[in-house]
């Protein structure tokens, strides 16, 4: 078990250019989530797979990102045409069973400039 | 809906001393209470949890935590604080019938260590 792993750690990028983020859950996790943290809040929920199914994304994601689980495994997040305020640290977590909570990984902190 | 609070964005205690991060929630359902931490630049890990057994919790660094059902509290504790504590603490409650498990958070608290 090596944990959460996502890549890259850190990402500078220009306005407008896409970036794609990965994520490698706990290999016996079914469930992958993705969040949003901004400097001194809490995570903010973007989306859920339940294996390669997305279950459910946050009504506040525009249409920008977009995030795949394709077979079951490794996740990317991709975030198109990016903006200033898509500046944050992206984070993933998986989970087996409800009582476990979240394993999250290290992060990928985005900088758009 | 559940939810969490979290009392004090910032908390500040001197080396030695008792640490107390307070967290309250509301959930309908028996719930699964979670400690996370949080260092700087860093992912958040898991401190301890709460799933239905015992109401103590002991967690990881000397941290543990009291599931009050009649307070709907879980407050985080620990007797004597180290300055390498000094980062952010997150609480966060899983509706324990909820098949999607999600984590409902709190808003987090600093805990800042004076020496």
């Known amino acids: 078990d090596t944990g959460v792993s996502q890549d890259p750690r850190h990402k500078i990028t220009k306005r407008g250019q896409n970036v794609t983020f990965r994520c490698d859950p706990i290999s016996e996790h079914n469930r992958l989530y993705w969040y949003r943290q901004t400097l001194g809040q809490g995570p903010e929920f973007l989306t859920y797979f339940q294996n390669e199914a997305q279950l459910e994304k946050s009504r506040l994601l525009s249409d920008r990102f977009s995030a795949e689980r394709p077979k079951g495994s490794f996740s990317t997040l991709e975030i198109q045409r990016t903006e200033q305020g898509d500046s944050a640290m992206y984070l993933c977590?998986?989970?087996?069973?409800?009582?476990?909570?979240?394993?999250f990984g290290s992060g990928t902190r985005l900088t758009v400039v | 809906a559940q939810s969490v609070t979290q009392l004090g964005s910032h908390v500040s205690v001197s080396e030695g001393a008792l640490v107390l991060l307070r967290c309250n929630y509301s959930s309908s359902v028996p719930p699964y209470l979670f400690w996370y931490v949080q260092y700087p630049n860093q992912g958040l890990q898991l401190l301890l949890k709460y799933t239905s057994a015992a109401t103590l919790v002991k967690g990881i660094n000397g941290f543990e935590a009291e599931f009050k059902k009649s307070e709907t509290s879980f407050h985080l504790t620990k007797p004597s604080a180290h300055m390498s504590d000094a980062a952010e603490y997150f609480c966060?409650?899983?509706?324990?019938?909820?098949?999607?498990?999600?984590?409902?958070w709190g808003a987090g608290t600093k805990l800042i260590i004076k020496p």
């Open positions: 966060a409650v899983s509706d324990s019938l909820d098949s999607n498990y999600q984590l409902i």
């Open positions: 977590a998986s989970s087996l069973r409800p009582s476990y909570g979240y394993t």
